[in-house]
């Protein structure tokens, strides 16, 4: 069996702190958002990715790879916004199996009312705390960290 590759310490302290905002920041703009809004984090990222298309409708499935997570989980999330009459759910002409997410009106202004307060919260949690040099930095480890998330073990 090889040996495995543990982390040096370096690695290991760069690691805590990456795990510790992974843990903070979404938890921080998640109470933001329920606290302002009413929404989670996720409802508002899925919401938001929807008011970016020019018809505000993506079929669900890209709508998860685009808001990163499963169909599943989306899928629930989804029914909950519905619920809220903030989106609906069609199917597709042209395929029946496909389901579309549609941001209703009234998501469509419940976004851009929850917008603002979640920009501000972005801005002092992260932006705020960085020079101009460190968010170019910033957008380049991300990049690299999920340039190819079909690479990533699971």
């Known amino acids: 069996m090889d040996e495995p590759r543990w982390l040096t310490e370096e690695q290991q302290t760069a690691w805590r702190r990456l795990v510790e905002v992974l843990v903070k920041v979404p938890a921080a703009l998640d109470a933001q958002l329920q606290r302002d809004a009413g929404l989670t984090h996720m409802g508002y990222l899925v919401m938001m990715t929807l ?11 890209l709508l998860a790879r685009r808001a990163s997570a ?5 899928s629930h999330v989804v029914s909950r916004l519905e619920e809220k009459g903030w ?7 042209a395929d029946g199996r496909v ?10 202004e419940k976004v851009v009312a929850s917008a603002p307060g979640h920009a501000e919260a972005v801005q002092q949690l992260i932006f705020d705390r960085l ?24």
């Open 51 to 61: 008011s970016e298309r020019p018809d505000r409708r993506l079929p669900m499935s």
């Open 70 to 74: 499963s169909l599943s989980r989306l």
């Open 87 to 93: 989106i609906r759910r069609t199917r597709d002409p």
């Open 99 to 108: 389901q579309i997410a549609e941001l209703t009106e009234a998501g469509w």
């Open 131 to 154: 020079t101009t040099a460190q968010v170019r930095q910033l957008a380049k480890l991300a990049e690299a960290l999920v340039d190819n998330p079909d690479d990533l073990p699971t």
